[in-house]
């Protein structure tokens, strides 16, 4: 074939011999070098999405940029929190390039007015990474932006949503700021206090400024580990009680109530702090009135006890001894009865102070109950010691007292009881000095008495007699005896006063002067008085109707309400007569001056019951108690009959008596009449009506019936034989 003109042959290489087998072995290193980078690019390709697949499971987002800020590698997270950005996101793409666009859309409010500045800002924090911010989008989203740089001068950019967490804090912070508890947050390192509230600031009067200075320790009022101490739970208020000092000085009562948190990234604990100063003081007191009498602030018996106790104790251990005073007022319900309780109340204040400058600072002075005050006094080595405490006592109270422009003048006595030999216990201790205290008022009021053996013999048998006694008014065992009342100008019989007697099983007939007043202490006076009221009007019904029946009343029964409806009830059930009662009272009962018992006593009399005085003379005014209550009958009290014949005085005393009764048209009946001259005199002086033994002692229903079967024999012989008629009852 022909040349083309005008272009030369291509020279071919020529090629050394055996040239096949070269050319083979040149192909198949660069075959196998195509495989090794076929090879690496597919081991590169397969790390790059091992690397991805490993950045896209984190829930942070994390981006990958060169030395010039262009994106390498980012992960889905990343693309989910710029999500109206993540279009702008490709490889080589800039950074810088993609915030302008951001700022140009809108992506980010805190660019608004700023953009330039804040740009510039922005990309001087991506250079110059190492410090944590945050980021606003649009959306309101909070992105917590972290950057760090590469070996090769690039960097590793990490983003979290802290949106929730932002919302927490600003939830946590509006119920901080705004709580009215007082709350406090301090380093759970060092214990530096890191925020207040204004409640906070507003309680204890630091400055928030000066609170940021303190740690939670310099406002302890005393040293002592903090609130969290040994707690380590994060999810549970913990309570401590604590004191603090306010920035005035004063002191204050917290119920603290801690928890352990993250407060500025750092841990810190939350402690919420509930003022209970005012509770504390209620409950201190409380506590105080529980040991103590709140009118006088003295100690009370509780306390007594237990410090007697106490005393007690150190006596066995030292051989020593010691004495147990009880002082108690001698007429102090006077006081209050004439002056009022206003001014009785600022006695007993009076005395209180009194006795405890009295004492030593190591005795004790306590309450016991209205009118009465115990000392306790230690470390004695001989009775004649709590002699002259109890003197110099009975002086210190006895002096004047001046109150609300009343000089008040109150004398005392005090009951001595002596430890170890009079009680080795508190309570025994106490009984034996109660029963000094009664001797020395009963023997003479003013002075002091020790206590003896006698007295706990005299106590126990008063004990037996309050046992026995109460069973007798339950198995209705005591009966009445019946005295005569005789006319002295005929001798006949008018009536009969009905005596309570008790037939003790085993100590026979037991008098009431022994068993009256056990009866009046313990309550049993208004069963006991029901029983001889209803039995005396039973015995009088079968008795001749001109005959009465005389039946003595306790002052108690008075103030039981219901008298009135017992007698009303009595004579219904009985069938007497009401005009053929008649009860007996004492003055004392007018001491009173009750408008209950005046109104009980004139409902009675117009019933048509008689109501007699008994005892006169003997009470403190009886002439003005004639003038409260018209009386039916007034009986002279046998101190001023007996000896009648022979002491003016007396006759003096029952001459006035008996013309009083004529001017007012009372009967007057002379009691103890028991001789002849007595009698004598009663008749000439004008007396109308006698009791005594003179005529007959008291005597059993039985007996009763027996004599006035007699005086109606007598009744038709001569109308002056008055002698004869009543030699019957004798």
Known sequence: MARRAGRPAKPRPKLPGNGGPRIAAVANDIALTRMEAEAAIAEARKSHERLREAIDILPQGIVFLDAEGRYILWNKKYAEIYNRSSDLFEHGARLQDTIRVGVERGDYPEAAGREEEWIAERLTKLYQPGERHEQT???????????????DGGIIGLRVDITELKQREASFRLLFDSNPVPMIVCALDDERILGVNDAAIEHYGYSREEFEKLTIRSIQAFESEPPWAGDHSNDEFTARTWKHVRADGTLIDLAIYSRQLIYADQPAVLLALMDITERKRAEARLAFMAQHDALTGLPNRNVLRQHIDDILLHTRRNAEKAALLILGLDNFKAVNDTLGHGIGDNLLRGVAKRLRSTLREEDMVARLNSDEFAIVQGGLTRPEDAVLLARRLLEAVGESYVLDGHSVVIGASVGIAMAPGDGD?????????????SRAKNDSRGTFSFFEAEMDARAQSRRKIEIDLREAVQGDMLRPYYQPLVDLATGRITGFEALVRWPHPERGMISPAEFIPVAEETGLINALGGQMLHRACADAALWPDDVRVAVNLSPLQFRSGNLLSLVMETLKQTGLPARRLELEITETLLLEKSSQV?????ALRALGVRISMD???????SLSYLRSFPFDKIKVDQSFVRDLGTNPEAQAIVRAIISLGAGLGVTITAEGVETESELSCLRAEGCQEGQGFLFSRARPNAEIVGLLKAQSGVDSAAPGDAVAKAALVA
């Open 137 to 151: 989008l649009s959306d309101g989203r909070c992105i917590l932006i972290e950057e760090r740089l590469t070996g």
């Open 425 to 437: 216990e508190s309570e025994k201790l106490l009984k034996h000095a109660a029963m000094a205290l």
């Open 598 to 602: 005046l109104a009980t006593l004139h």
């Open 615 to 621: 005892d006169f003379g003997t009470g403190y005014s």
